[in-house]
């Protein structure tokens, strides 16, 4: 144990802004388990139908389940009730931009590669699970925008062949609306949270058996780690949290969100204007809205490619999301482990698949408030879904293209830059009477910067070194 806990203080870590996404993630879902416990104390998952008669002037008279009306108990009679559960939704939002960050970064930088494969499954499968929460908590509190979502989710299972009809009854133990709250309540508040704390457990486990990654500089290696002692990142990651758990509670305290009692009680037969699912689903909502009503029928039985479609087209994209270290690995060979991590730009086809991806999941998230879209602008609903379809298809390939030109391009500047220096803005007279701009040489961290991590650009610098550079300006002048 001794000898595990001076290792442990002997570790250092690397300092660079864009490894506090994984910390920022597991803090806020600190603050959400923290005002999670509060909102369990006062809510009831229960259906059963009672006459509101709260503070809420509105509402007085209207009838509701208990799971709003405790909801609403919460918001306007629990001494910080409103609070709590804004912090709440705004440390869920916190949460789930973080891990998607420190997704992407991991992607961009090549921080998937061997020996990091598994951690890039245990972030997938934080966020997955963050949606999965994210879902069930939202449909808590019963009211008109949770009741939409899960209509909406009703209509896909039911259009799922074969089984379709019996996962709806499953799910909401019978007919629609059912008792879905029954099933995700003790989803929400034990299972998905339980699992949660495994994979932030596994990731920093996993976090501590490697070596972490850095990028390249002057001094690092494969080989080697610099960085800040782990005294120093303790502390600092002491500050992250309070920082973190400051701006939720500045966010809850000034920006309201989820106002369950403007929406009212869920009810089958009424649908609320403008009210959309959350950000981070929208893009399964928006591939609803661009799948074209195709339908055929087979052995008697009809399935329409209007939800069949977005569905199979969302499950591959998070599919190859998950495997793509493996498919990476597999076309180029690649199989050594790696501790520096690249620059996007550095390599043009995976930054460019990188942004292709996220052009295709933008699409799909723009399309989800199409209807809000034509109503701010003026526009026909359907020749702005016509323009997404057409984005959704083409989009991706140009984003491709577009992003791999332009990483091609920062690579001949840093090469340029590193081989002459930095441009000056002072024009000195040659011998012979030409005219040459002086050019600045780059320091050696700044060398390592531009062109460490790329072979052939260093190969290019090689023969021109800061001093040969002075050399030749001072002989222009």
């Not at 960085?227 to 990651?237: I, L």
């Not at 690649?334 to 991590?341: A, K, S």
Request: aromatic share 10%.
């Amino acid at each position: 144990m001794n000898r595990r806990w001076s290792n442990l203080r002997a570790r250092v870590f690397p300092d660079h802004w864009s490894l506090l996404f994984g910390q920022i993630a597991f803090y806020s879902f600190v603050m959400i388990v923290l005002s999670g416990v509060v909102l369990t104390a006062y809510y009831e998952p229960s259906v059963d139908h009672v006459v509101y008669d709260g503070p809420y002037a509105p509402l007085h008279g209207t009838e509701m389940s208990r799971a709003l009306d405790s909801t609403m108990a919460i918001t306007f009679e629990v001494r910080g009730g409103l609070l709590i559960r804004q912090i709440h939704h705004w440390a869920t939002l916190i949460m789930v931009a973080a891990i998607t960050l420190h997704l992407l970064r991991l992607f961009f930088t090549a921080g998937f590669r061997r020996p990091r494969r598994l951690n890039w499954l245990v972030v997938f499968g934080l966020l997955i699970v963050a949606l999965a929460a994210s879902l069930t908590g939202t449909s808590l509190p019963d009211d008109m925008a949770s009741g939409m979502s899960l209509a909406v989710l009703d209509g896909v299972l039911q259009a799922t062949p074969l089984v379709g009809t019996a996962l709806s009854a499953l799910l909401f133990g019978g007919d629609f609306p059912g008792d879905v709250i029954s099933w995700f309540y003790p989803l929400h508040i034990v299972v998905l949270p339980a699992v949660l704390v495994v994979l932030f457990v596994v990731g920093a486990v996993l976090a501590l058996r490697q070596k972490p990654a850095q990028f390249a500089g002057p001094g690092r290696t494969e080989d080697n780690v610099v960085g800040r002692p782990v005294t120093v990142a303790a502390v600092k990651s002491a500050g992250l949290f309070c920082f973190v758990a400051g701006v939720a509670v500045f966010m809850a305290a000034t920006a309201t969100i989820n106002p369950v009692w403007l929406y009212g009680p869920a009810d089958p037969a009424n649908a609320s204007a403008g009210v959309g699912p959350a950000w981070y689903l929208a893009f399964l909502d928006g591939s609803l809205r661009l799948a074209p009503g195709w339908e055929f029928v087979l052995w008697g039985k009809t399935f329409t490619l209007a939800i069949l479609l977005p569905v199979a087209v969302c499950t591959l994209f998070l599919a190859l999301v998950a495997v793509y270290p493996f498919i990476e690995e597999r076309l180029t060979g690649d199989r050594r482990h790696h501790h520096l991590l690249e620059r996007p730009r550095n390599n043009p086809t995976r930054t460019g698949i990188g942004v292709a991806g996220i052009t295709f999941y933008g699409v799909l998230w723009a399309a989800a408030g199409a209807d809000t879209l034509a109503v701010l602008f003026h526009l026909s609903v359907n020749a702005l879904l016509h323009v997404f379809q057409v984005l959704l298809i083409l989009g991706p390939p140009a984003a491709l293209l577009i992003t791999r030109r332009i990483c091609l391009g920062l690579q001949a500047h840093d090469a340029q830059i590193a081989i002459h220096g930095v441009e000056t803005g002072q024009v000195v007279r040659l011998p012979d009477g030409g005219y040459i701009e002086k050019h600045r040489p780059v320091d050696e961290y700044r060398r390592w910067q531009l062109v460490g991590a790329s072979p052939k650009n260093r190969a290019l610098t090689a023969h021109t070194t800061p001093a040969t550079r002075d050399t030749e300006h001072e002989g222009a002048e």
